[in-house]
């Protein structure tokens, strides 16, 4: 079993940058994919980036957003720059065996932590 503690969401200006932390418990972490979702308002969970070894996104973030992970401490960060009010979501991490991108590949998950851009 894994269990995933989000944190660092919270109110920021249009442009501006965040940093979200996940830290998980148990002894295999770096075994893990990790993963960053978010779901808006009346929308599905979106994708929106992933790591094991190396690191994936989606095209929406893609040159903005950074994801990294420190398997000495258990967590992984998903630094966002630029941003927009579009990116106004419950941000979740996620643990599962292999990269991807669909949510359903993914085991374990955070409880969420929201993130709000104001234009």
């Known amino acids: 079993q894994v269990q995933l503690v989000d944190s660092g969401g919270g109110l920021v200006q249009a442009g501006g940058s965040l940093r979200l932390s996940c830290t998980a418990s148990?002894?295999?972490?770096?075994?893990?994919?990790m993963g960053w979702f978010r779901q808006a308002p009346g929308k599905e969970r979106e994708f929106v980036a992933t790591i094991k070894w190396s690191a994936y996104y989606s095209d929406s973030v893609k040159g903005r957003f950074t994801i990294s992970r420190d398997n000495s401490k258990n967590t992984v960060y998903l630094q966002m720059n630029s941003r927009k009010p579009e990116d106004t979501a419950v941000y979740y991490c996620?643990?599962?065996?292999?990269?991807?991108?669909?949510?359903?590949?993914?085991?374990?998950w955070g409880q969420g932590t929201q993130v709000t851009v104001s234009s």
């Open positions: 996620a643990a599962g065996g292999g990269v991807g991108t669909d949510p359903k590949r993914y085991d374990y």
């Open positions: 148990g002894r295999t972490f770096s075994s893990y994919a």
